[in-house]
Nanobody
Framework: QVQLVESGGGLVQAGGSLRLSCAASGRTFSNYAMGWFRQASGKEREFVAAITWSSGITRYGDSVKGRFSISRDNAKNTVNLQMNSLKPEDTAVYYC???????????????????WGQGTQVTVSS
């Protein structure tokens, strides 16, 4: 099994920044992708960003392009999401996920990801 643990969520004012991290442990794969999704209250889960672990190819959701940046730390088995210029509409629970059979660029549908973290709340005040 794979364990994914998110950290870094919190409350921030509009225009501010937050950095989320996701630490992966447990079973290893020859290649995989890590992604971030978010789910606001009453809405469907939305793709935010993803990165392939071996090659570092990234993909972003349209609503976060130019503001968010995903990166990986191979040594720490961690994926990070730097979120800048935050808006109230970015408020959501953010989930880290792992796709054990990725494509290039990485996939963006929630059902393509087979391991999920518990989520971390991000609240952006206006």
């Amino acid at each position: 099994q794979v364990q994914l643990v998110e950290s870094g969520g919190g409350l921030v004012q509009a225009g501010g920044s937050l950095r989320l991290s996701c630490a992966a442990s447990g079973r290893t794969f020859s290649n995989y992708a890590m992604g971030w999704f978010r789910q606001a209250s009453g809405k469907e889960r939305e793709f935010v960003a993803a990165i392939t672990w071996s090659s570092g190819i990234t993909r972003y959701g349209d609503s976060v392009k130019g503001r968010f940046s995903i990166s990986r730390d191979n040594a720490k088995n961690t994926v990070n999401l730097q979120m800048n210029s935050l808006k109230p509409e970015d408020t959501a629970v953010y989930y880290c996920a792992l796709d054990s059979a990725p494509n290039w660029p990485p996939r963006f549908r929630p059902y393509d990801y087979n391991y999920w973290g518990q989520g971390t709340q991000v609240t952006v005040s206006s």
